[in-house]
């Protein structure tokens, strides 16, 4: 059972530059999230997402998309990447209603934008 | 504002020792709480969760308690291991008053643990 699994691992981008984060999970969570780590902070929510089809911004989504085509996979999208953006990526999923804040954190992402 | 603030930001015990780590919350209106361990490298992992009628929870050698009143939450390790070392995350959830709840991180506790 693999849980939460996040592509890819590391990432050096230029400024400017397009990339796309993927996170898959195999517990048929119905909720997603996208978070972002930082030195001295907490985790901050940059999108979420309730269902397939549907997402929402969080506390942090400027400069970021994102994408639930399929229930399993949930996608970050950065555009057009500024050093602003490098920081550690997790994903997490959860249950809805009660279960909503017992999340399950992938390995995270760890994005370099020069 | 919703915040959570943990103390000590670092600490550094021996293995064997028992130790505590602090958080102190001004979420409201407050769901529940919950404590997660982070390693190095990896993503946050639940080690136990604080309701409002719960004072104290254990989880092998980990304890959590909770008040309510004064908003303040503790995490317990007796008899340190050497994996025990990790960042220790306290998350405060609130009810959104459209309902749902949210969830607010502290910046965590680093811990670790030396022969």
């Known amino acids: 059972n693999a849980g939460v699994t996040q592509t890819p691992k590391f990432r050096v981008l230029k400024t400017g530059q397009s990339m796309t984060l993927l996170c898959a999970q195999d517990?048929?969570?119905?909720?997603m999230y996208w978070y972002r780590q930082d030195p001295g902070m907490g985790l901050r929510l940059i999108h979420y997402s309730v269902g397939e089809g549907t997402t929402a911004k969080g506390e942090v989504p400027d400069g970021y998309n994102v994408s639930r085509l399929k229930k399993q996979n949930f996608l970050l999208g950065l555009e057009s990447a500024a050093p602003s953006q490098t920081s550690v990526y997790f994903c997490a999923s959860s249950y809805p209603g009660a279960g909503a804040n017992v999340l399950t954190f992938g390995a995270g992402s760890r994005l370099t934008v020069l | 504002k919703n915040q959570v603030e943990q103390s000590p930001q670092s600490l550094i015990i021996l293995e064997g020792k028992n130790c505590t780590l602090q958080c102190n919350y001004t979420v409201s209106p407050f769901s529940n709480l919950r404590w997660y361990k982070q390693d190095t490298g990896r993503g946050p992992v639940s080690l136990t969760i604080m309701t409002f009628s719960e004072n104290t929870k254990s989880n092998g050698r980990y304890t959590a308690t909770l008040d309510a009143d004064t908003k303040q939450s503790s995490l317990h390790i007796t008899a340190s291991q050497l994996s025990d070392s990790a960042s220790y995350i306290c998350v405060v959830s609130y009810i959104l008053t459209g309902g749902g709840n949210k969830l607010t991180f502290g910046t965590g506790t680093q811990l670790k643990v030396e022969l």
């Open positions: 517990m048929n969570h119905e909720y």
